[in-house]
């Protein structure tokens, strides 16, 4: 499964579907109907999908996000989306999320982002520090959304 892989995707800016236990006809047509690329550790189902199909040979997580920016040309400086519901998250006054927060977080961060779809709340906490380190060290890029959520400390 590549769920921790979806996750990042998500957090990157992708628009990742995922699917668990589904029938491997329905992913494909899935894949087809929305243009997406279906990713995949299966080999079998990547040979079936064709060109609708990616068979992702890393196993670790960056050694996958490479591999991806390598095969697609991807670029890791999107807006970021809810790693749950896939919905970009919408940057919030910082009056708006503080209602909803620990005090620490409230009174430590000034950039807010909630999901539109499940109403969770994201700030820039060490998460943001591990991503944006990722991005940089091992994929050679760095990420404008971590690095202003990063600023504004």
Known sequence: MLGKLTRWLR???????????MEDRKLLAIARLEGRILLTKDRALAVSGKESAYYVKADTLPEQLLELKQAFGLSFSLPPRCPFCNETLKEIPPEEARKSLPLFVALSF?????CPSCQRTFWPGTHWQRIRRLCQEFLGESTSFVQENLNSR
């Open 11 to 21: 957090i990157l800016g992708y628009d990742v579907a995922y699917f668990r236990n």
């Open 110 to 114: 000034t950039t807010f982002r909630r």
